[in-house]
């Protein structure tokens, strides 16, 4: 088993910037690929950044990519999202995710232990 928490959301203007942390505990950290997704009300829960078990690679929806930044430290067992220039529609609650699998993409259905999520609310 492995327990994901979340903290750093809150409230911020359009423009600001907030990073979100993920602290894991349980089971090896360096097994699992980890990622970010989030949920806006009435929406479907959406694909935001992933990175590699070594923290060489990193993807992103498109449109977080140069504005939003995943790292991970191995050591300290805990995954970010560096969050800049924040816009409205990025309000939602962010979830942070771990997956076991290999395969191609970072997609809910591969997803083994999800964090209970944080909120996130730009203001304009």
């Known amino acids: 088993q492995v327990q994901l928490v979340e903290s750093g959301g809150g409230l911020v203007q359009a423009g600001g910037s907030l990073r979100l942390s993920c602290a894991a505990s349980?089971?090896?950290?360096?097994?699992?690929?980890m990622g970010w997704f989030r949920q806006a009300p009435g929406k479907e829960r959406e694909f935001v950044a992933s990175?590699?078990?070594?923290?060489?690679?990193?993807d992103y929806v498109e449109s977080a990519k140069g504005r939003f930044t995943i790292s991970r430290d191995n050591f300290k067992d805990t995954v970010y999202l560096q969050m800049n220039s924040l816009k409205p529609e990025d309000t939602a609650v962010y979830y942070c995710?771990?997956?076991?699998?290999?395969?191609?993409?970072?997609?809910?259905?591969?997803?083994?232990?999800w964090g209970q999520g944080t909120q996130v609310t730009v203001s304009s």
């Open positions: 990175i590699s078990r070594s923290g060489g690679r990193t």
């Open positions: 995710a771990a997956a076991d699998s290999s395969r191609v993409g970072f997609s809910p259905s591969i997803i083994d232990y």
């Open positions: 349980g089971r090896a950290f360096s097994r699992y690929r």
